[in-house]
């Protein structure tokens, strides 16, 4: 009966023959999958908040100026002042923004200034950014020269 047993359950097992599960180790970065290789990583020295909010304020310095420049010329129309303000920020961000990630792709997961950091909080929800992906980096490229400099000319000629 007992090699019965034995044979059914794998033998007699002392509390001590129990392995214990693997203890569970922390991922090197917070992006999924977590199985993807950022060997030089570096974590943002910013939350999410303060990234941002330095961000909004970089933007500010745009627009404010801008706006001045546009609400001091009368005949333009409330819908035109929004349409070109639109554009300024249009071009701003696809230039500088989407232009930082077009030429420093590679080494972004280990950059920790302003830019790297956004790319970082956008890549917490598509980690293609982060790994440069071919598509992604083929896709911003052609945006920011395109669309960046398109929406330059737009507003320029207002």
């Keep these: 009966m007992a090699n019965l ?5 794998g033998g007699t097992r002392s509390t001590e023959d129990i392995s214990q599960p693997p203890p569970v180790s922390t991922p090197a970065h917070p992006f999924y ?14 939350s999410a908040f303060e990234t941002f909010s330095i961000f909004l304020g970089a933007l500010s310095v745009i627009i404010f100026p801008s706006l001045y420049l546009i609400l001091n010329r009368a005949s ?3 819908r035109n ?4 303000i639109w554009f300024v920020v249009c071009s701003c961000i696809h230039l500088a923004f989407e ?3 077009a030429y420093f792709h590679a080494t ?13 909080e956008y890549s917490l929800s598509d980690s293609r950014y982060l790994t440069s992906d071919p598509l ?6 052609i945006t920011t020269v395109s669309i960046g400099i398109m929406a330059g000319i737009v507003f320029s000629e207002n």
């Design 136 to 141: 992604v980096v083929c896709m911003e490229r």
């Design 108 to 120: 972004m997961s280990e950059d920790d200034n302003i830019l790297a950091q956004l790319w970082k």
């Design 33 to 46: 999958p977590q199985d993807i290789k950022l060997p030089n990583y570096v974590p943002s020295p910013y």
């Design 99 to 101: 232009g930082y990630f």
């Design 5 to 9: 047993i034995e044979w059914l359950f």
């Design 76 to 78: 333009v129309t409330p």
């Design 81 to 84: 002042r929004a349409i070109f």
